[in-house]
């Protein structure tokens, strides 16, 4: 089946400095790929897709290209704030049982940012 | 604009005792819905996708059942809970493509 991997967590951050979260995945279909974050209490909200080989998707600041060669989809944001303290779940979609688009996540980063 | 609503917010159950969460999607129609599970700290599993109203197709077992009565509604249930169906249940919507967008969750705890 499919698997997400991801940067284990908590990560802890000062305000303005880059965050990188790494993601791979293991898939035998051709996926579409997101970013989801959560916060505390809520349900999670989709950042971004990134339905396509080679392209880049972004959302508040950040960004995520799809690399199909290396299996990756690694979130990047070059400042982050202390609004930005979430969990943040890489996940991919892949057809499976007729109709269900399933999504399949990883374990989630818990990103902290102290200012 | 499409909202989803789920209720309860929380459940504080006794193992052994009946279940029932219901999820009601406005403003899309007919929508792809799905029930996910989530583990304190721990990532989303999802447990049921329903394509139209009457079909659900189960995608673990986990001793529960979802229904799809109307259109816009998605239920989950289950007639015995088990100390281990404690955590946070969420709805989701899709509209055939690929992104799917989730409710604000119900927090259920059994003891």
């Known amino acids: 089946g499919d698997s997400v991997t991801q940067t284990e967590g908590p990560v802890t951050l000062s305000e303005g400095t880059s965050l990188t979260v790494n993601c791979s995945y293991e898939t035998k279909q051709y996926p579409t790929l997101f970013w989801y974050v959560q916060y505390p209490g809520e349900g999670p909200q989709l950042l971004f897709k990134v339905p396509k080989a080679n392209e880049k998707g972004s959302s508040r600041g950040f960004e995520a290209t799809y690399n199909k060669e290396a299996t990756s989809f690694h979130l990047q944001k070059a400042s982050v704030q202390e609004s930005d303290s979430a969990v943040y779940y890489c996940?991919?979609?892949?057809?499976?049982?007729?109709?269900?688009?399933?999504?399949?996540f990883g374990k989630g980063t818990k990103l902290s940012v102290k200012s | 604009a499409q909202t989803i609503h789920q209720w309860p917010v929380a459940e504080i159950k006794a193992v052994g005792s009946p279940l029932s969460l219901g999820c009601t999607i406005k403003?899309?129609?007919?929508?792809?819905l799905y029930w996910y599970w989530q583990a304190t700290g721990g990532t989303l599993q999802q447990l049921f996708y329903s394509i139209t109203v009457g079909q659900v197709e189960s995608v673990v077992q986990l001793n529960l059942s979802a229904s799809r009565p109307k259109d816009d509604q998605f239920i989950l249930s289950t007639e015995k809970l088990l100390l281990s169906h404690s955590g946070f249940y969420l709805c989701?919507?899709?509209?055939?493509?690929?992104?799917?967008?989730f409710g604000p969750g119900t927090r259920l705890t059994v003891l």
């Open positions: 403003g899309k129609s007919s929508p792809n």
């Open positions: 996940a991919l979609s892949g057809l499976s049982g007729g109709s269900n688009a399933k999504l399949t």
């Open positions: 989701a919507w899709s509209l055939g493509g690929r992104e799917q967008y």
